[in-house]
C-alpha cells in the first residue's frame, strides 16, 4: 500500500511546505521513502509515499522519470503480469533501470499510451504526466481495490489516495455533500464515482481519466465491463458440463493467486477460516513454503469468532499460524478509524 498525490494549479503556485505537508498526511501508507516532484514554473508537483514490495532498491522510488524524461509517474498497487511485459517491451527496445512492475507500466504508457490499461492485470491507482501530449493520465483498477479521489475546480486539478490530503490542498472550501449524504444513509455505502464532500470525487473503478494540461478540462472513460464480459461467457457449457466448469474454475484460481505472490518482502494470507481466505491460502501454500497466515479472534464472541475453522486450516496446509485477539482492540479505535477512512464507512469488518 502506497500513496500517490498530485496537484495541477491554473493561477497559483504550489507551496512546496504545504504540498509536502499533505503527503506527510498519507506516511501511514509508505513508510520507506518518500519523494516529490514539481516542474519549471512550480505550478505542478507529484508526490509518492513508498511501500516497498518489488525491487527494493532505491530504483523503484518514485515519482519515477522516463528517460526522455517526458514522463514522470506515481503509482500504488501491483502489476501482476509485469514480467511478461517487460520481455514484450525489451524486444521493442525499452531498456530497464530497475526490477520494478513501476518502470514496466511507465513504458508500457509510453509505448501503447491508454489502451496500456488493456494490456495490464493488477490492482492499481496510478497517475502519469505526459508532457507530449501536455496531460495528466489517471487510471484505476477493474475492481477499484486501490483508491483514487480527484478534485476539480476553476482550472486546478488535485488527486490523492486519500481525501485528507486534497482537503489540505483545496483552495476551495470543502463541504458535505447532501447527496452523498441521503445514499450514504439509504444504501450503507456513498456511490462509485462520489465521496462526501461535494467537491471531491473518486475515480471509478475500470475508468481512466485524461486531464488536459492546456484547456483544463477532464474526461474519464470506461475501459472494462464487467457485465459485458460476463454475457459473452457461453455459461451452458459449464453448466452441462460441471467437470470442465471445475477445472477452468482451479485454473483461473490457481493462476490469480500465483500472479500475486510475487514480492521481494515476505508474504502472508489473512484467513478467517471462511471459504474464500481458506481457497486463498490453500493455493498459495501450492507454490509457497512457509506461508503465514493471520487470523483475527473474537474468543468471547463465539457468533463472530472462527478462530477453530482457520486453526483447522492452518494445520492441514502446515501454515506458520499467527493469531490477533480483537479484544485487545480499545473503543478508541473508532476516532483513528474515521481519520483514515476519511469518509463514512459502514462495514463492521472494519
Known sequence: MC????????????????????????????????????????KDALGFKRLSIIDLTKNGDQPLISACKNFKIVFNGEIYNFKSLRKTL???GYIFNSTSDTEVLLNAYIEWGVDCVNRIDGMFAFAIRDDLNHSIFLARDIAGQKPL??????????????????????????IVDKNSLHNYFHNGYIGRN???????????????????????????SNYYD???????VKSSEYISNPEKAICSLDKLLDESVTNS??????LGVLLSGGLDSSLIAAYASRNKKDLKTFSVIFPNHLKYNEQSHARKVADFLKTDHVEIN????????????????DEPFSDLSM
Open 226 to 232: 464487467l457485465f459485458e464480459k460476463a454475457a459473452n
Open 194 to 220: 462520489q465521496s462526501i464532500f461535494k467537491n471531491i470525487n473518486k475515480l471509478p473503478p475500470a475508468s481512466f481519466m485524461v486531464f488536459n494540461l492546456n484547456s483544463r478540462e477532464i474526461k474519464v
Open 149 to 174: 479521489y480527484y478534485s476539480h475546480n476553476d482550472g486546478s486539478f488535485i488527486f490523492a489516495s486519500e481525501i485528507k490530503s486534497i482537503k489540505m490542498l483545496n483552495l476551495n472550501k470543502v
Open 326 to 341: 480483537a479484544e485487545a482492540i480499545s473503543p478508541e479505535l473508532i476516532e483513528n478509524l474515521a481519520y483514515f477512512f
Open 90 to 92: 525489451i524486444q521493442k
Open 261 to 266: 505472490l510475487i514480492a521481494d518482502v515476505p
Open 3 to 42: 500513496g500517490i498525490l498530485g496537484a495541477s494549479y491554473q493561477n497559483h503556485l504550489i507551496d512546496k511546505k504545504i504540498f509536502n505537508d499533505a503527503l506527510n498526511l498519507m506516511s501511514h501508507r509508505g513508510p520507506d521513502s518518500s519523494g516529490i516532484w514539481t516542474n519549471d514554473s512550480c
